[in-house]
């Protein structure tokens, strides 16, 4: 099956128990032993609940693993992933992951003993250069955010499988519908659920999906024993959204693409940040691993006052943070997902006051080109 009809017909087209079309919503916290010494399927919804099952083999479909797993947000997800790993383990990751991620790594588990150097993941040789007799994993994230710079996964995920430590890839900006790490080598992929897949701005939550069983079961007991787990109404919309992340990644991408031409002949705009504009030096990387350039960019303005003007300035795309909704969103990095990284650090890699990131949404392209342009004149 293709990739867009793989997002409908899955298997969890109808309930299980009553052949409604589509999943249930079980909201229940623990579910009736009919024989009190056998275990049941579903226990307690901490352990497992039916809803939040349905979605969690909808993923490990779609990623093309053996096990998927629903968490309360990504950051839940991430956490727990980490949560593999053991006192006195080192981790090497690209250095623009999402702001979340790098500062969990900074903070919490740099102080239980997780140590992790952060890595220019655009050269797979430095990400080589990092690894060290105690490195478990290798973590990345292509698309970066804000900046939109391409890591070949095929290299370094082969690169990791040759050090024998595991890689982990979050896929939140492309979905699987556009890339698929596991096909690659990953071992384990991360999702924030809340952008893209969940695709309405309405639901926080995560997801991840191991490539083997084995790591599986190390990652169920993460997942029972931290539950960090999403409720199922959440594990529901997270569902309803997954079955029209063709319709809406396909417009969105393609309006993404429009503005990024636009923006880039903008005599206010500096630069202009979207993997399949022209001269982006990531592209053909991108184009071998991904079926599509996605819906995210990133621009400069020639000062910082444009920035903070066009802001004022734009009427259809919200300030806000996050990605993925049916509305655009304009993000501002250095208030926002990079608040937490120092200035300097946010210097050397390029996230400015003049830096805006926009998560196209599924306005008319018309529409959202003369607003841009009106907020930037
Ligand atoms: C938003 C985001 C996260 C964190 O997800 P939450 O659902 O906000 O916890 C992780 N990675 C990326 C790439 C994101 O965009």
């Given at each position: 099956m293709n990739r867009g009809t793989l997002l409908i017909?899955?298997?969890?087209?109808?309930?299980?128990?009553?052949?409604?079309?589509g999943v249930t919503v079980?909201?229940?916290s623990t579910f009736y032993r009919k024989k009190i010494t056998e275990m049941p399927e579903f226990d307690y919804s901490r352990g497992g609940n039916p809803t939040r099952k349905a979605l969690e083999e909808t993923i490990a479909v779609l990623e093309g693993g053996a096990r998927g797993f629903a968490f309360g947000s990504g950051m839940a997800a991430i956490s727990s992933v980490l949560g593999l790993f053991s006192s006195g383990d080192h981790l090497v990751a690209a250095e623009d992951i999402y702001g979340g991620s790098r500062y969990i790594l900074d903070t919490f588990y740099k102080r239980w003993g997780l140590e992790s150097t952060a890595v220019d993941a655009a050269d797979p040789g430095a990400l080589q250069r990092a690894i060290r007799p105690n490195t478990r994993a290798l973590y990345l994230e292509t698309p970066?955010?804000?900046?939109?710079k391409i890591t070949d996964l095929k290299a370094c995920l082969d690169m990791a499988r040759q050090a024998g430590i595991l890689s982990i890839v979050d896929n939140t900006f492309m979905t699987p519908y556009l890339q698929r790490p596991i096909e690659l080598g990953a071992d384990i992929v991360v999702h924030s659920a809340t952008k893209f897949l969940g695709g309405h701005s309405d639901v926080i939550s995560g997801l991840a999906v191991t490539r083997t069983g084995e790591l599986g079961e190390r990652l169920y007991q993460v997942q029972n024993s931290f539950g960090a787990v999403p409720g199922p109404w959440d594990a529901w919309l997270v569902m309803r959204g997954i079955k029209t992340l063709k319709v809406r990644m396909d417009a969105a991408q393609k309006t993404a693409g429009l503005l990024a031409e636009q923006l880039r002949a903008h005599r206010n705009v500096e630069s202009v940040y979207y993997p399949?504009?022209?001269?982006?030096?990531?592209w053909a990387i991108h184009e071998a691993q991904a079926a599509g350039p996605g819906a995210m960019l990133s621009f400069k303005t020639k000062t910082t006052e444009q920035a903070l003007r066009f802001f004022e300035r734009?009427?259809?795309?919200?300030?806000?943070p996050s990605l993925g909704g049916v509305e655009t969103i304009a993000s501002y990095p250095v208030k926002?997902?990079?608040?937490?990284?120092p200035e300097s650090e946010r210097e050397r890699l390029g996230i400015s006051g003049a830096l805006i990131r926009i998560a196209v949404g599924l306005e008319d392209a018309e529409d959202l080109m003369a607003d841009f342009d009106q907020a930037l004149a």
């Open positions: 017909h899955n298997g969890h087209e109808t309930d299980p128990a009553t052949g409604a079309l079980y909201q229940t970066s955010n804000p900046l939109l399949a504009l022209r001269g982006h030096p990531g734009v009427k259809l795309a919200a300030a806000a926002m997902s990079h608040i937490n990284m």
